[in-house]
T-cell receptor, first 108, second 114 residues
Framework: GEDVEQSLFLSVREGDSSVINCTYT??????LYWYKQEPGAGLQLLTY?????DMKQDQRLTVLLNKKDKHLSLRIADTQTGDSAIYFC????????FGTGTRLQVTL | DTEVTQTPKHLVMGMTNKKSLKCEQH?????MYWYKQKAKKPPELMFV???????INESVPSRFSPECPNSSLLNLHLHALQPEDSALYLC?????????????FGSGTQLSVL
């Protein structure tokens, strides 16, 4: 089956940039997504990228896609304490499959 | 209205109880989903309804019974659950249920089975 892997934890200082990485195995997705989950809450769609794009920028968020290496990343510029959450990448190769999730901790 | 509303937010039930989780959306979406999320894990798909018909059942035990009374409402009926069923249950919706659609999630029901 589809595997979507992420590193478990990332700690950054407020004001720095965060980079969250994701690798996937099935390359047939049309879109790849990033979702954010705050404690005790549901998932919020943050951004997405069409599979024929290399990069998408949306305010503080930059998504990079390397289809050859099946690697997706999310860069958050000027990270704030409100960005502390779990971030899931997801692809839609056969159904929406979530990555293992990366917990972002923002320190002062 | 871009919200998916789930009730209740928290539920504690015994193994012999019968309870229901409810989900509602008014975005005109025609696909609705149930996901189960254990602590520190990604959500796992349980059921998908598309145009009020069950289109996907991910081999979920029969103690979970979904129902879609109309395109705005989705229920999950619970009966004879086990402690390992304790989890966050998330409802989601999307415009039509196509493979690449963006999903909109509710805040979930935190279920504890004693």
């Amino acid at each position: 089956g589809e595997d979507v892997e992420q590193s478990l934890f990332l700690s950054v200082r407020e004001g720095d940039s965060s980079v969250i990485n994701c690798t996937y195995t099935d390359s047939s997705s049309t879109y790849l997504y990033w979702y954010k989950q705050e404690p005790g809450a549901g998932l919020q769609l943050l951004t997405y990228i069409f599979s024929n794009m290399d990069m998408k920028q949306d305010q503080r968020l930059t998504v990079l896609l390397n289809k050859k290496d099946k690697h997706l990343s999310l860069r958050i510029a000027d990270t704030q304490t409100g960005d502390s959450a779990i971030y899931f990448c997801a692809d839609t190769a056969s159904k929406l499959t979530f990555g293992t999730g990366t917990r972002l901790q923002v320190t002062l | 209205d871009t919200e998916v509303t789930q009730t209740p937010k928290h539920l504690v039930m015994g193994m012999t109880n019968k309870k229901s989780l409810k989900c509602e959306q008014h975005m005109g979406h025609r696909a609705m989903y149930w996901y189960k999320q254990k602590a520190k894990k990604p959500p796992e798909l349980m059921f998908v309804y598309s145009y009020e018909k069950l289109s996907i059942n991910e081999s979920v035990p029969s103690r979970f019974s979904p129902e879609c009374p109309n395109s705005s409402l989705l229920n999950l009926h619970l009966h004879a659950l086990q402690p390992e069923d304790s989890a966050l249950y998330l409802c989601a919706s999307s415009p039509g249920g196509g493979r690449d659609e963006k999903l909109f999630f509710g805040s979930g029901t935190q279920l504890s089975v004693l």
